[in-house]
T-cell receptor, first 109, second 119 residues
Framework: KQEVTQIPAALSVPEGENLVLNCSFTDSAIYNLQWFRQDPGKGLTSLLLIQSSQREQTSGRLNASLDKSSGRSTLYIAASQPGDSATYLCAVGWGNLIFGKGTKLSVKP | AAGVIQSPRHLIKEKRETATLKCYPIPRHDTVYWYQQGPGQDPQFLISFYEKMQSDKGSIPDRFSAQQFSDYHSELNMSSLELGDSALYFC??????????????????FGPGTRLTVL
């Protein structure tokens, strides 16, 4: 059974810092890995999708990498801003997604 | 750009009542997924539909049923509601992949969710 783990559970950084969020999964037979952002009580905003044949994806200040052999993905956020404060979730799957419990990020001005 | 629409956004029901949640996918998306997110929990997959047929089933209680209609919108029907059903219910949709014969595994776009409170 696929299990997704995100470390750390919470992270607080000063504005401007570069940071890395980690996601690990137990079954490397995945099709997609998707990173989401969720604000409190709100919906999920898709940030990046990495398909199993890809190694990384970039969007603006975000870069996500995927290493299937080690069962890991990282989300790199450059020059963090207070508006980046949210919970970041990674999810893997073949169609239906299995989510990690998220990393709650707080960026202090 | 058009997004996934869910209605209602908030719903309050009593125990043992029924509820119907609706989801309108992004135009030209043919795959719909339903997820349940309990308080402080990660989203859990319930059920999905591709071309109006159920394509996968997760941890959906027998008290729940769902379907996808000819216009691709989907409804999640919940009966004999329990306190533990209180959660955020998300619908997500994925676009059709050209030439695909199986459900989409492309990016899932989530709706804003329906917050169900069972009293």
């Amino acid at each position: 059974k696929q299990e997704v783990t995100q470390i750390p559970a919470a992270l607080s950084v000063p504005e401007g810092e570069n940071l890395v969020l980690n996601c690990s999964f137990t079954d490397s037979a995945i099709y997609n890995l998707q990173w989401f952002r969720q604000d409190p009580g709100k919906g999920l905003t898709s940030l990046l999708l990495i398909q199993s044949s890809q190694r990384e994806q970039t969007s603006g200040r975000l870069n996500a990498s995927l290493d299937k052999s080690s069962g890991r993905s990282t989300l790199y956020i450059a020059a963090s801003q207070p508006g980046d404060s949210a919970t970041y979730l990674c999810a893997v799957g073949w169609g239906n997604l299995i989510f990690g419990k998220g990393t709650k990020l707080s960026v202090k001005p | 750009a058009a997004g996934v629409i869910q209605s209602p956004r908030h719903l309050i029901k009593e125990k043992r009542e029924t509820a119907t949640l609706k989801c309108y996918p992004i135009p030209r998306h043919d795959t719909v997924y339903w997820y349940q997110q309990g308080p402080g929990q990660d989203p859990q997959f319930l059920i999905s539909f591709y071309e109006k047929m159920q394509s996968d089933k997760g941890s959906i209680p027998d008290r729940f049923s769902a379907q996808q209609f000819s216009d691709y919108h989907s409804e999640l029907n919940m009966s004999s509601l329990e306190l533990g059903d209180s959660a955020l219910y998300f619908c997500a949709s994925s676009p059709r992949r050209q030439g695909a014969i199986s459900p989409s595994t492309d990016t899932q776009y989530f709706g804003p969710g329906t917050r169900l409170t069972v009293l």
